[in-house]
């Protein structure tokens, strides 16, 4: 066999399979045998499904989708042998059939080791603050080994036992944020049981440890964009508090549903609103906006996922799609939006490049392919 899953049914099974398991942990958290363990109930086993090999691997992934087909299908077999008595025979040995022919996926393959706060999520909901918090935290502990650029090559990387790998890949991405927390608080150690990377849990309290996370992936983002142009991994509009017109305070969070345009000042101090979409302006206060975020958070937040320096940030624009996520960019001086600026797509769909644009300045078209090619984040093979 070598057809593979389309990508909606590889989503169902990652979609199925991370709710089995949050299902299980609320039910042992109901029944007394999850506690909790740094805010949030504790994954009480050594070992969880591997959602990351799902992802890579799609003849495993087949093999676990056709199993859990065989399984229900024996399932219904035994279920209808109850009500249909006279062939509950010929059911029972179907059954048992259906079961010794499924294609059982290997056992290492779908487990990986866990650790209790493998299934925990951050707080942090990717706030400006944090982030901005957490780049404090890292400059004083992590900066010396992981280096000013993340790229493994401070001042003391040399003398440990294994360099710090580069965190600006895909690294963050392809881990379980909980085991992340769990690693930075508890420390690392290689196979020999060595310790590799020292554990923080004495200095730093969990908020900080989110916050020094969420740090991480804004400075990963940015340093992506910069290296290859793309946010290949989707990466969230950094949240921060907003005032738009009639006085109204919201989160920008708050304002998901609608598509934003994010300009921060300079040249576009007298950008016109526009009906598509909520422009927020972020940096200086500029005259009669239609939302205004400028907190210094934010500002800096910007920056890092950009990965600009605070002068180059002026002129720049950012669209965020319905969902909250960082689409597309714009430079100062390029003039209109064009099918280029769409820095995080969905997948290779690059045969949908939008046609001539209906207006003429591009945007249309890019918002067209915001709005039905949506992303969505993967983490550790488990969608967020
Ligand atoms: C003494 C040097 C040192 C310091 C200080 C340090 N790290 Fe590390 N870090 C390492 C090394 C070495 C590794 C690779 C360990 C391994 O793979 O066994 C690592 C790995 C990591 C990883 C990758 C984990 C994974 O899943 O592969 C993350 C994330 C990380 N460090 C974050 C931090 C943060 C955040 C701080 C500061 C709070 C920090 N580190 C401080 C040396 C250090």
Same mark, same amino acid.
């Given at each position: 066999?070598s057809?593979?899953l389309?990508?909606?049914?590889?989503?169902?099974?990652?979609?199925?399979?991370?709710?089995?398991?949050?299902?299980?942990? !609320?039910l042992?958290?109901?029944?007394g =045998?999850?506690?909790d363990?740094?805010?949030?109930?504790a994954?009480p086993f050594a070992?969880?499904?591997?959602?990351e090999?799902?992802v890579q691997?799609?003849?495993?992934?087949?093999?676990?989708?056709?199993?859990i087909? =065989?399984?229900?299908?024996?399932?219904?077999s035994l279920?209808?042998?109850?009500?249909w008595r006279r062939?509950?025979?010929g059911?029972?040995v179907?059954a048992?059939?259906?079961?010794?022919?499924?294609?059982?996926?290997?056992?290492h393959?779908l487990?990986a080791?866990?650790?209790p706060?493998?299934?925990?999520t951050s707080p942090?909901?990717?706030?400006?603050?944090g982030?901005?918090?957490g780049?404090?935290?890292?400059?004083q502990?992590c900066?010396? =080994?992981?280096?000013?650029d993340?790229?493994?090559e401070?001042?003391?990387?040399?003398?440990?036992?294994?360099?710090?790998? /580069?965190?600006?890949?895909s690294?963050?991405w392809?881990?379980?944020e909980?085991?992340?927390?769990?690693?930075?608080?508890?420390?690392?150690?290689?196979?020999a049981?060595?310790?590799?990377?020292?554990?923080?849990a004495?200095?730093?309290?969990?908020?900080?440890v989110?916050?020094?996370?969420?740090?991480?992936?804004?400075?990963a983002?940015?340093?992506?964009l910069?290296?290859s142009?793309?946010?290949?991994?989707?990466?969230r509009?950094?949240?921060?508090?907003?005032?738009c017109?009639?006085?109204l305070r919201?989160?920008l969070?708050?304002?998901?549903?609608?598509r934003?345009r994010?300009?921060v000042?300079?040249?576009?101090?007298d950008?016109?609103?526009?009906?598509?979409l909520v422009?927020v302006? !972020?940096?200086v206060?500029?005259s009669?906006?239609? =939302?205004?975020a400028?907190?210094a958070?934010?500002? /800096?937040?910007?920056?890092?996922?950009?990965?600009l320096s !605070?002068?180059?940030?002026p002129?720049?624009q950012?669209l965020?799609?319905?969902d909250?996520?960082?689409?597309?960019r714009g430079?100062?001086?390029?003039g209109?939006?064009?099918?280029?600026?769409?820095?995080c797509?969905?997948?290779?769909a690059?045969?949908v490049v939008a046609?001539?644009?209906?207006?003429?300045d591009?945007?249309d078209?890019?918002?067209r392919?915001?709005d039905?090619?949506p992303?969505r984040?993967?983490r550790?093979?488990?969608v967020h």
């Open positions: 066999m057809w593979s389309p990508a909606q049914g590889l989503n169902l099974l990652l979609s199925g399979l991370q709710e089995a398991q949050l299902d299980l942990r !609320a042992l958290h109901l029944l =045998c999850a506690p363990v740094n805010g949030q109930a994954w070992q969880r499904i591997a959602g090999v799902l691997d799609a003849g495993h992934a087949r093999r676990v989708a056709l199993s087909a =065989c399984l229900l299908l024996a399932l219904l279920l209808v042998s109850l009500f062939t509950r025979y059911l029972w179907g048992v059939a259906i079961l010794l022919l499924a294609p059982w996926p290997d056992a393959l487990l080791p866990a650790v706060t493998s299934l925990h942090n909901g990717f706030a400006a603050e982030i901005v918090r780049q404090a935290v890292y400059q502990y900066l010396r =080994c992981h280096g000013a993340g790229r493994g401070g001042v003391d990387a040399a003398q440990l036992p294994m360099w710090p790998p /580069t965190l600006n890949g690294l963050l392809k881990r379980l909980g085991e992340l927390f769990w690693r930075v608080r508890h420390g690392m150690a290689d196979r049981g060595r310790s590799t990377m020292p554990g923080f004495e200095q730093l309290s969990d908020a900080q989110w916050d020094v996370l969420d740090y991480l992936q804004a400075h983002s940015g340093q992506m910069q290296e142009g793309a946010w290949t991994y989707p990466v509009m950094p949240d921060a508090s907003v005032l017109r009639q006085g919201h989160s969070r708050s304002l998901a549903g609608q934003l994010v300009a000042d300079g040249s576009n101090a950008l016109p609103d526009d009906p598509r422009t302006h !972020a940096g206060p500029v009669d906006p239609e =939302c205004q400028n907190s958070a934010l500002t /800096t937040s910007l920056s890092l996922v950009l990965g !605070a002068s180059q940030l002129g720049q950012m965020v799609d319905r909250g996520w960082l689409r597309a430079q100062p001086g390029r209109g939006w064009s099918a280029d600026d769409l820095v797509r969905a997948g290779e690059t045969g046609a001539v644009p209906a207006n003429g591009g945007l078209g890019l918002i392919r915001m039905e090619e992303v984040l993967v550790g093979g488990f």
